[in-house]
């Protein structure tokens, strides 16, 4: 079974490119459109990898890493804002809030995977 990966994004064109383009590598893809169900999913699916939007309906990336960060079990899974804040001091703002790792939206198609497999212990 591949290595399944969380998608926490609230955009279905969005969504439906990270999840193409995971699934075509081998990868199990979990959806979560909020921070809430994103949460509850990682504490229950236990993802190898968390895709995070920064722009979230209701709760944003910032606050969802934070507390990913505080949860046990959870805590030590690579975390990978996919944003396009992409303003001086926002991929600092990102990584200060808990994630591992930035990638700029939109995605390259061509580069995304490979940037996701640098967090994957395979």
């Excluded at 030590?76 to 200060?96: C, F, W």
């Amino acid at each position: 079974m591949g290595k399944k990966i969380l998608v926490i994004e609230d955009n279905e064109q969005n969504m439906y490119l990270m999840h193409f383009l995971l699934e075509s590598n081998g990868y199990t893809v979990i959806e979560a459109l909020n921070g809430q169900v994103g949460i509850q999913k990682a504490i229950d699916e236990h993802p190898d990898v968390i895709l995070l939007d920064i722009q979230l309906p209701e709760m944003d990336g910032y606050q969802i890493a934070k507390i990913l960060r505080k949860t046990p079990d959870i805590d030590t899974i690579p975390i990978i804002a996919v944003t396009s804040y992409a303003m001086a001091g926002d991929r600092e703002k990102i990584l200060t809030a808990g994630a591992t790792d930035y990638i700029e939206k939109p995605i390259n198609p061509a580069t995304f995977v490979d940037e996701i497999k640098i967090h994957l212990k395979e």
